[in-house]
């Protein structure tokens, strides 16, 4: 080869070599590549529960799910309503159980687990429901201030303590409780429901804290 093309070769190399640490560069931070152009694409969403998440079986023997051990922060998330509740956006469990009648909810849903075990809450006085036999209950993290962003609904249908295993917890206890996470649009603006839809239900089981 004359030398007078080594040059032009060399060049030719150098740019195929930029583009492709281009392409590379690209591949790790996130970003689609249009020629030697770099288009920087949104932000991906959030994962939402951690894959490394603790579980724990289920207090309840009618449940064969494993429980994803959560607090309440995480289930409710930081995105806060007009009202000053919970959105479902921010929801760190999105999107729940489709139905909370059913006696056979899922595991998961979309791949995100459904049943989850939140330690050191708080429970209020307990009431049934004279409409449909629910029990239903509010329970807050003491450690954190009392707002509608620290307070969440966890009800329990008549069909799931039909078949035992469940019971009321006491007032002003400091438990750890299982359920099911639901979103119920009907109660957003709903203060006794902290304005927002999230709960447990059913919650199918409780103990005192240790």
Sequence with gaps: MPLHGVPHLLRRRSA???AALVVAAAA???CATDGD????????????VSAAAATTPSWNGHVSCSATVTTLAQLLGSQKSSKGGATFAGGGFRPGIPDKRT???PCSADGVPTFVEMRRVVV???????????????????ARPDSPMNRMHIETGSNVRA???WS???AKTLIDVQGFVFWD????????HNYSGWELHSFTAWRRSS
């Design 16 to 18: 195929r070599a930029g």
């Design 163 to 165: 078949r035992g295993g």
């Design 124 to 142: 209020a006085p307990c009431e049934k429901l004279n409409k449909d036999g629910d029990w239903t209950c509010t329970v807050r993290d003491p």
């Design 37 to 48: 152009r770099v288009q920087l694409l949104p932000a991906a969403p959030d994962p939402g």
């Design 28 to 30: 790790l931070s996130g």
């Design 185 to 192: 649009p009907g109660h957003t603006g709903s203060s006794w």
């Design 168 to 170: 009321v917890p006491p």
């Design 103 to 105: 006696l056979t909810p």
